[in-house]
């Protein structure tokens, strides 16, 4: 039973369109008390961020239906998102990725062939660490 001292659940909207990767994400963030949401392309992941105002998204550039770029400009856009913190998650190289993600505001860019499995528990944990006071 939740005491009244328990912080609110954190919540995360996954944005990534290979399945067996978003719920290895969903599964593990799950694991470590987040609340999890998927949005398999673009049009679902602005769906849940503007639902669910999450703390994080996880985003990944290169998903069907709106890029993860123009995403992320909604995001910046609009009054539910624009300070939503945002760490990309791309198979593409940063040199690759759309020019202007540093003046959107993200908290990160990890290339996920490079990420091993307890990465994203780490990075997340990073972005999301609040002080207790």
Same mark, same amino acid.
């Given at each position: 039973?939740?005491?009244?001292?328990?912080?609110?659940?954190?919540?995360?909207?996954?944005?990534?369109?290979?399945?067996?990767?978003?719920?290895?994400?969903?599964?593990?963030?799950?694991?470590?008390?987040?609340?999890?949401?998927?949005?398999? @392309?673009?049009?679902?992941?602005?769906?849940?961020?503007?639902?669910?105002?999450?703390?994080?998204?996880?985003?990944?550039?290169?998903?069907?239906?709106?890029?993860?770029?123009?995403?992320?400009?909604?995001?910046?856009?609009?009054?539910?998102?624009?300070?939503?913190?945002?760490?990309?998650?791309? @198979?593409? @190289?940063?040199?690759?990725?759309?020019?202007?993600?540093?003046?959107?505001?993200?908290?990160?860019?990890?290339?996920?062939? @490079?990420?091993?499995?307890?990465?994203?528990?780490?990075?997340?944990?990073?972005?999301?660490?609040?002080?207790?006071?």
């Amino acid at each position: 039973m939740d005491t009244p001292t328990t912080p609110p659940t954190q919540k995360i909207v996954i944005v990534e369109d290979n399945s067996a990767l978003a719920e290895i994400y969903k599964t593990r963030l799950e694991l470590l008390g987040y609340t999890c949401f998927i949005g398999y @392309n673009g049009i679902t992941g602005l769906y849940f961020i503007q639902q669910e105002v999450p703390d994080l998204v996880l985003l990944d550039l290169m998903i069907p239906d709106i890029p993860g770029g123009k995403v992320l400009e909604t995001m910046r856009a609009s009054s539910w998102g624009k300070d939503i913190k945002v760490l990309i998650i791309s @198979n593409l @190289n940063q040199a690759e990725a759309p020019s202007n993600l540093a003046e959107l505001g993200i908290a990160g860019y990890v290339i996920k062939a @490079n990420m091993a499995n307890d990465d994203i528990d780490n990075l997340v944990a990073g972005i999301l660490k609040t002080p207790s006071f």
